[in-house]
């Protein structure tokens, strides 16, 4: 019998929902050696061109308020190839009902790093909307194409702090 981690399986249904197999994810998995890449986009090979994309992309405009781009946004955020590229969401419960995802596997210079999430974070909610389980999490991923500013809720060593994310079209 073969295990999946559980981002295999979200992944898995966020991309039946946008009409891919999960073998095409499974084939764009980074190798090991790419967890420290600065690259966070594939196509494009140089690091000093990725550097200035990312500071023009992502633009921290206040104390965990960001600033970033529209279409960043669609290839970073709701792509869901390189979002599994950028680290991994676990459920977490509490007397077995999930109160929201953890983060793991936070690569450096991905989207979820320059968001200012870390490793270890629980995401409460999203724009106010909890998240219970994985179909609340397709819903809000969604809803969240239409957004020009979203609001993460996280628990960060047992501190609750917010983040606020413009999306500039």
Avoid: C
């Avoid at 019998?1 to 073998?23: P, Q, V, Y």
């Avoid at 790419?34 to 550097?51: G, R």
């Avoid at 709701?78 to 991994?88: E, I, S, V, W």
């Avoid at 210079?109 to 998240?131: A, C, F, P």
Wanted: aromatic share 8%.
């Amino acid at each position: 019998m073969k295990l999946f981690r559980l981002s295999e399986i979200l992944t898995a249904i966020l991309l039946m929902n946008w009409g891919h197999t999960a073998d095409q994810a499974y084939a764009q998995e980074p190798s090991p050696s790419d967890t420290n890449s600065s690259v966070t986009n594939s196509s494009v090979t140089n690091p000093s061109v990725m550097e200035a994309k990312t500071e023009s992309s992502v633009k921290l405009v206040g104390h965990q308020h960001y600033q970033i781009h529209f279409d960043w946004f669609k290839r970073e955020i709701m792509d869901p190839y390189q979002l599994a590229k950028a680290g991994r969401l676990v459920p977490i419960s509490e007397n077995s009902k999930v109160i929201g995802f953890r983060l793991f596997g936070i690569r450096k210079g991905s989207s979820l790093d320059l968001l200012g999430l870390k490793n270890g974070d629980l995401i409460l909610s999203i724009s106010g909307q909890v998240l219970s389980d994985t179909e609340q999490l397709k819903k809000i991923y969604d809803w969240a194409i239409e957004q020009t500013k979203i609001q993460i809720q996280v628990k960060r060593q047992e501190q609750v702090m917010g983040f606020l994310i413009e999306i500039l079209r």
